[in-house]
């Protein structure tokens, strides 16, 4: 008997937000991925003359992607002290381990437990860099899967099981054809591990719902998503990472552009480090995390393009700023940043060009603002001890204030 299959066809224009079409870029570059990769079952992916894209699945090609998104290992990890569980009762670890602690000499003992990881082989197929591996791994799991509840999926492949997520998609997919031949609408509730900002019911008491079929995309943008963590600076100079994560989700306009351009965007991240993160994930606002997706992104576009006008797969970036408080995950920002070919070109002069956080900040929100370099220093002067700016500490901010007036 022949498997049932179901056919979607999505037009990147019509979906409704740019978590939906990064959604399906995303879908797609995992397809490629696992087609490189030699995975048999796959769903089929046709590209029409019109812009849209058609993707047929069967119930076992829908569970193989779901499989590999959520695909996850268990690692040991060491704890300075037993966990608990949600009762508050101590929970048994894999053994006890000695240490010396390098800072008192001391010695100390560990708790070593089992730790699930999702394992995202799409993305080490493509050759990204183990730091940025480590980097979207803890994303995942301190922000759109911080809560215990939503880490199931992975879970569920750390046991080398089927996910279940697959077979309650493939039923609401079913119906959604089902109305659809009635010309119907079938529509499912949108989670907040999927969807950034959905909640369960808003204040209005209004719940997040979705077309099956779009929903389903929701799923997969995670896998074309930046990570970028944002440096602090405090009044006395000192930098610090907070825990935060920033998102960066591509509006994509061009699906088979994107998914020719994302696996050399993702080789060519570079390893090299500042203190624990990858040196060029490493922020001093949210939104530089959008402008440095669009970098690596159009530096691939720049290499291939021989000849003719330069064309962007995406027409913009949003930009999500996360963080884990207890069991709960706080929106601490949104914006979004527009592809403009003077944009780009402004900000490739900047990049790379000063090592002050606080110049850099500056100078970045001058662009994207559109106004004169030189604003606004007078407020961060205001907002910040006189040594930070001069004198012995002042070093590279006296040293990027300098760049800054020769260059102008």
Not at 95 to 100: A, F, L, Q, V, Y
Not at 272 to 300: C, D, F, M
Not at 374 to 398: C, E, H, K, T, V
Request: a positive charge; aromatic letters at 10%; charged letters at 30%.
């Amino acid at each position: 008997m022949a498997e049932e299959i179901i056919a979607l066809t999505y037009d990147p224009f019509v979906l409704p937000t740019a978590q939906h079409r990064a959604g399906l870029a995303g879908f797609l570059v995992l397809v490629d991925s696992m087609r490189r990769r030699k995975i048999k079952v796959l769903p089929e992916i046709s590209f029409q003359s019109d812009g849209t894209v058609t993707v047929a699945l069967t119930r076992n090609s829908l569970a193989s992607s779901f499989n590999d998104l959520y695909d996850a290992a268990t690692e040991e990890r060491e704890s300075p002290r037993k966990r608990k569980d949600k009762k508050k009762r101590e929970i048994r670890p894999l053994r006890e381990e000695k240490r010396i602690d390098s800072k008192t000499g001391k010695e100390r003992t560990v708790f070593i437990y089992p730790q699930i990881i999702p394992k995202a082989p799409f993305l080490a197929s493509f050759g990204m860099p183990q730091v940025w591996l480590k980097l979207w791994r803890e994303a995942i799991w301190e922000t759109l899967r911080g809560v215990p509840r939503t880490r199931i999926p992975y879970e569920e492949r750390a046991e080398r099981k089927t996910v279940s997520e697959a077979d309650a998609t493939w039923s609401d997919l079913q119906k959604f054809q089902q109305r659809r031949a009635q010309n119907e609408i079938y529509a499912v509730d949108i989670a907040s591990s999927i969807f950034v900002g959905a909640q369960a019911a808003n204040a209005e008491r209004v719940a997040f719902r979705g077309r099956a079929d779009e929903v389903f995309l929701l799923h997969f943008w995670p896998v074309v998503m930046g990570v970028y963590v944002p440096q602090v600076i405090d009044r006395e100079g000192e930098s610090k990472f907070t825990g935060s994560y920033v998102l960066v989700v591509p509006d994509v306009s061009d699906l088979e552009g994107f998914v020719q351009e994302f696996p050399d965007t993702t080789a060519q991240l570079k390893p090299e480090l500042a203190g624990y993160r990858p040196r060029e994930a490493v922020i001093s606002l949210p939104q530089e995390g959008g402008l440095e997706y669009l970098h690596h992104l159009t530096r691939v576009a720049k290499a291939k393009a021989e000849r003719g006008e330069l064309a962007y797969s995406i027409i913009g970036v949003e930009v999500y700023h996360l963080e884990r408080q207890g069991n709960n995950i706080r929106m601490l920002g949104a914006d979004r940043v527009s592809v403009t070919r003077r944009l780009l070109e402004e900000y490739e002069t900047l990049r790379g060009c000063y090592r002050d956080p606080l110049f850099k900040r500056q100078r970045i929100l001058n662009l994207l603002r559109g106004e004169s370099w030189y604003r606004g220093f007078d407020q961060l002067f205001s907002r910040n001890n006189s040594q930070r700016f001069i004198g012995s500490r002042a070093d590279w901010f006296s040293a990027d204030s300098r760049k800054g007036f020769e260059a102008e």
